[in-house]
């Protein structure tokens, strides 16, 4: 099975797949700019991740090419990451 993929368009971006019990996922870190520390004080630098969301995938959004070869299908979900305040 293929673990991994390689997207061109995503070397620039905070993105990632993994390929794990859940299926494939998609994962997009939100970092932080000047105006979001001005924003919110729990931020303490520029390019610090504010949020993370991982989304279950067939595909890559991308360049089109299929990750999940499996014939169920994959239901939408997803899990966000708040790193945004204190907890
Ligand atoms: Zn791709």
Redesign the pocket.
């Known amino acids: 099975m293929k673990n991994n993929?390689k997207?061109e368009?995503m070397f620039l971006a905070q993105a990632w797949f993994e390929n794990n019990e859940r299926g494939w996922i998609l994962n997009i870190n939100r970092t932080a700019t000047e105006e979001d520390l001005e924003d919110n004080h729990h931020l303490e630098e520029v390019g610090q991740t504010i949020c993370q969301i991982a989304v279950n995938i067939k595909f890559?959004p991308?360049?089109g090419?299929q990750l999940n070869t499996s014939k169920d299908d994959v239901v939408p979900k997803f899990i966000l990451y708040d790193f945004s305040t204190w907890r």
């Open positions: 993929h997207c368009s890559c991308y360049c090419c």
